[in-house]
């Protein structure tokens, strides 16, 4: 009750919101050497809290960089994430972990232009796919926040894949799109159907 009254009483417009959301982290995304703000960029949270055996990942948050580079996620229990992500196709990914709730995050957050091969930048999109696991955020209703950055991996990966290799990671994110859109049972019938449609089968 205390933090929805400080939440209303704080923070314009925030009544409605759940008593774990109030405060907003805000800032920009910029380019390295230019300091152009990068519009598009996509922004992921994570929360964390300890769990018995494990560390649980129990809340996703996203947002998309406007025109001038700026974003703005809300905080949960007026915490910022554990795990903050930043990512643009073309870019080296941005990535701030630690288990605590991070005091202060980089702000702006200076992207670098990815210089590499395919397979290198197939194999940065592998690890960032990896890193942003959140298995409880279907229990908060949080899950279909990964469908931005996992549409726009995607999107990259199917540009550039070109081996059969690469063809198998672009499926898998694929998976992962749908499996969120629809759910597992219906997510392994169209990978089943297209690995079909692949042997000609």
Avoid at 11 to 23: D, N
Avoid at 33 to 41: E, F, K, L, M, Q
Avoid at 56 to 64: F, Q
Wanted: glycine share 10%; hydrophobic share 35%; aromatic share 8%.
């Amino acid at each position: 009750m205390i933090a929805v009254l400080s939440c209303t009483a704080a923070i314009a417009g925030c009544v409605g919101m759940h008593a774990w959301m109030f405060g907003t982290i805000t800032g920009q995304v910029v380019e390295q050497g230019t300091g152009r703000p990068i519009s598009g960029a996509i922004v992921l949270g994570l929360w964390e809290e300890p769990g018995f055996h494990r560390t649980l990942c129990v809340r996703a948050e996203t947002a998309t960089t406007d025109a001038s580079g700026n974003y703005g996620l809300p905080k949960v229990r007026g915490e910022n994430p554990n795990r903050f992500y930043v990512y643009k196709p073309g870019y080296a990914f941005d990535e701030q972990v630690h288990f605590d709730p991070l005091p202060s995050m980089r702000n702006p957050v200076v992207l670098q232009t990815f210089s590499g091969t395919t397979k290198e930048r197939l194999d940065a999109l592998n690890r960032l796919d990896g890193h942003t696991l959140c298995l409880d955020a279907a229990k908060t209703g949080t899950r279909e926040n990964f469908l931005p950055l996992g549409r726009a991996m995607y999107e990259e990966a199917k540009s550039i894949a070109s081996t059969s290799d690469d063809n198998r990671f672009v499926n898998h994110l694929l998976f992962g799109i749908e499996e969120k859109e629809l759910g597992y049972r219906a997510a392994s019938e169209r990978q089943l159907a297209r690995e079909k449609a692949r042997l000609g089968q």
